[in-house]
């Protein structure tokens, strides 16, 4: 049985405070006298169209639940999901279909469903199941694998913490994807030599950066009647005439030198 939890805090002017926790099975149908996760979200979402005061920020982790209990990470202990939010603003049918396209493709089952920012801004956030709940490092690993699988830009900042809270409201809506639910510690280990020289926090930028295009410059004869692409002797004779011209203390000609010797 996939089993995944669903903590939800009290979202306070500075803070937050734990409220409850529920416990879902991935697959209502698994027969293990478990209520499937889809049912239990919408069934919350749906509480708070109808009442006020409604615990508004979610979290996919098991934390010690006190009342004193807030999103720091010393009540947080496990995770049962990876969890991972991408602001939007005009865009969001784009994102979540993103999102959804890329871990269908991937072929993990996952959570697709609508969130907002503490703010009130609003976001789409991608649940990834997983067959065992993970410590803090683990966590963090295969959320910078996820976001490099996924590829996806303009992810909400500290988005890949264990201890990120998603906030809902009664409008939001959720759909639950078929596929394979993640082993985590066979999926860090598959990937253990890949994305190491990675910045996890690129993908919080807006749009990838730019390719840089560079091409040869075009060598123009004396007439001006035609023009070809410069050779790379030729640039490598060019380059060493400009520093000679220019800087010749400095000119580096072993270049030069090189072609000279082929």
């Known amino acids: 049985m996939i089993s995944i939890t669903l903590t939800r805090f009290y979202a306070n002017p500075r803070s937050y405070s734990y409220a409850d926790t529920y416990k879902a099975c991935l697959d209502p149908n698994a027969g293990y006298n478990c209520a499937g996760i889809q049912s239990y979200m919408t069934g919350l979402i749906r509480q708070m169209a109808n009442h006020a005061g409604e615990p508004v920020a979610w979290s996919f982790s098991e934390w010690r ?30 994102i979540a279909l993103a999102l959804h396209t890329k871990a269908t493709d991937l072929g993990y089952a996952h959570i697709i469903m609508d969130s907002l920012s503490r703010k009130g801004e609003p976001s789409i956030t991608v649940v990834f199941p997983l067959t065992e709940s993970v410590n803090a490092e683990q966590y963090a690993r295969l959320a910078a694998v996820l976001s490099e699988e996924l590829g996806v830009y303009n992810a909400a900042e500290g988005n890949m913490a264990p201890t990120h809270l998603i906030h809902v409201d009664g409008r939001c809506s959720q759909y639950v994807a078929d596929g394979a639910v993640i082993a985590p510690r066979g999926k860090i280990k598959e990937t253990q030599h890949l994305y190491q020289s990675m910045d996890p926090r690129r993908f919080e930028a807006r749009s990838a950066p730019a390719a840089l295009h560079l091409e040869k410059p075009v060598v123009t004869s004396e007439d001006g009647l035609f023009e070809w692409p410069e050779t790379d002797a030729e640039a490598i004779i060019r380059r060493c005439n400009e520093q000679i011209g220019g800087r010749a203390e400095k000119a580096d000609l072993t270049p030069y030198g090189q072609l000279l010797s082929e």
């Open 65 to 94: 639940g006190t009342k004193a209990t807030n999103n720091t990470k010393e009540y947080w202990q496990t995770a049962t999901a990876i969890v991972l939010e991408y602001r939007t603003k005009d865009n969001g049918a784009e």
